[in-house]
DNA sequence: CACCCTTTCAACCAAGAGGTTGACTACCCG
DNA sequence: CGGGTAGTCAACCTCTTGGTTGAAAGGGTG
C-alpha cells in the first residue's frame, strides 16, 4: 500500500480523524486518548498504530507515558495529490471554453452552415496517477 | 458514514484515484475507463459507484454512452478540514514558543532561581471533530 | 423487430478492518 | 523487590471491501 493511500485511509475513520483534530490542540498520551471514547484501549492503540503507518503520528520513544505527537506535514502530500487535479480539470474547462468561443465566432462569421458535430475526444492520456 | 469519511475512503485506493486522475482530463464512459485497467468491467462499475457515492463524479442521465464527470468542487471538503487543524497545530507552536521565551526572559532577569516543573497541560478541548 | 453494445444487478468468495477479551511486558515509585 | 499503571501483543469475531462470474435490462441502428 502506498504513502498516498496510507493517509487517505487513515483520515476515511472518523475516530482517528478525531483523534487528529485532538492531537492538533497538543500531544497526548495512549490512556488520556482513550479516556475520549468509548472502546477499549487497545483498541485507540490499534487506530493510533494506524495513524501512525500513515506518518501522521509519530511517538518519540522515551520514559514511561510515551507522548503522541501530530505530524502536519503530512496533509502536504494530500494537497499536492488534489491540487495537481483540480489544475488539471480547470485548465481543461479553460480550453473547453475557448473551443466553444471559437465556435460562436465561426458560426456568427458565416451565418447558417451545416451542423458540424465532431467530438474533440479521444486525446490519449499520458497515464500518471 | 459521513460525507468526509466516504470521500477519503473513496481516494485511499489507488484505481479510484487514478480514475479521478483520469477523469481529471475529460469525461469518459463507464466502458472506456474499464479499457484502462485489468479488472473486468464490473468491478470498474463497483468503483465508480463509490467515487459517485462519495460525490466524486457524477453521470448525468442520458443517451446510452453515459459519460462520467468528476466533481473537483469536493476537493475543498478535505482541504478546509485539513487546513483547519494545520492551522490549529501552528497555533500551537507559536503559542509554545512565545511560551518558551517567556520562560527565557525570566530565568535572564533574576538569574539562577528553583526549577518551577509545572507542565501547562490539561486544558480541556472543546471536542469538535 | 432483432441484434449488439453498454450498463446494471445479484450471488458468491477471500482478505482486510474495526472491535473485543485476555495475557504479557516495561517502567516508575515506595 | 513488589505492586500498579501504561503500553503492547495475540487470538478471535463480524462486517465491509475489492474482486469474480453470470445474467438481466436499456437503448440505438440495421
Request: proline residues 5%; glycine residues 6%; hydrophobic residues 35%.
Amino acid at each position: 500500500m502506498d504513502r498516498l493511500s496510507q493517509v487517505f485511509a487513515a483520515l476515511a475513520d472518523e475516530t482517528r480523524r478525531d483523534m487528529v483534530a485532538r492531537l492538533a490542540d497538543g500531544d497526548a498520551t495512549v490512556s488520556q486518548l482513550a479516556g475520549s471514547y468509548r472502546m477499549t484501549l487497545q483498541a485507540v492503540y490499534k487506530h493510533l498504530r494506524v495513524l501512525e503507518h500513515a506518518g501522521l503520528v509519530t511517538r518519540p520513544p522515551g520514559p514511561q507515558p510515551r507522548r503522541v505527537h501530530l505530524e502536519v506535514e503530512v496533509f502536504d502530500l494530500m494537497d499536492a495529490w488534489t491540487e495537481r487535479y483540480r489544475r488539471r480539470a480547470e485548465q481543461r474547462y479553460r480550453r473547453l471554453d475557448a473551443v466553444l468561443a471559437e465556435m460562436r465566432d465561426e458560426e456568427s462569421q458565416h451565418e447558417q452552415r451545416g451542423g458540424h458535430r465532431g467530438r474533440p475526444e479521444d486525446s490519449g492520456h499520458p497515464d500518471d496517477s
